[in-house]
């Protein structure tokens, strides 16, 4: 069953590459941190267009999505063989324990239920296993009322524009491992953790 947020970026997907625009320089960072660490399988949850696989350098990639225009775009830009799947982050159909790495580029901001969805992340990934976490962090701060009054059109958008990591339960079963400061005063973060077990 499709779901809204499954709806509205199967009708964005056109206009995605202007999304791709703003996000490019925080992906840069992203990907030196994952293509530093030593070879293994990674996962991506919610590839978009894929425009950006390319820069994965020596990783086994499986790459997925629940919107099918977002990766029917993503296999024409598939230059690195990575295997695309059909699939929702918040019911993963892979065994437990097969990920060494997985990434959350600006997703669990618009995923229906994102406290499932880092229980799965938890699940596939292996001990010791990192996630990677690039988002918009509501600060502590003037810019947290800017998040508030952007609430009404952030749901048109289908993304929470009020988000704290603090806010799931879920992440306690990581350790944070790196935090990474970018754009607009620390707004947008890479956060690395770590599985505990």
Do not use: C
């Not at 293994?40 to 820069?55: M, T, Y």
């Not at 992340?121 to 990192?130: A, F, I, M, T």
């Amino acid at each position: 069953m499709k779901t809204p947020t499954t709806n509205f970026y199967n009708n964005f997907s056109l206009l995605y590459p202007l999304v791709d625009l703003f996000l490019k320089p925080q992906k840069k960072r992203l990907f030196d941190e994952v293509n530093n660490l030593p070879e293994g399988k990674l996962l991506e949850i919610g590839v978009g267009n894929g425009a950006h696989l390319p820069q994965y350098k020596k990783h086994s990639v499986v790459a997925i999505d629940t919107s099918g225009a977002m990766l029917s775009l993503a296999k024409k830009n598939n230059l690195i063989n990575a295997e695309l799947l059909e699939m929702s982050g918040e019911s993963l159909e892979f065994n437990d324990q097969v990920f060494d790495y997985i990434v959350l580029s600006h997703v669990l901001a618009v995923v229906d239920n994102g406290e499932h969805l880092l229980e799965e992340v938890h699940r596939v990934l292996k001990p010791k296993g990192k996630v990677f976490i690039l988002n918009h962090f509501t600060p502590n701060n003037w810019l947290s009322l800017i998040d508030r009054g952007f609430e009404p059109i952030a749901r048109l958008f289908r993304f929470k524009s009020v988000f704290y990591i603090r806010n799931f339960a879920a992440i306690k079963r990581f350790t944070l491992h790196k935090e990474i400061n970018l754009a607009l005063g620390s707004y947008f973060k890479l956060l690395i953790y770590r599985k505990n077990d």
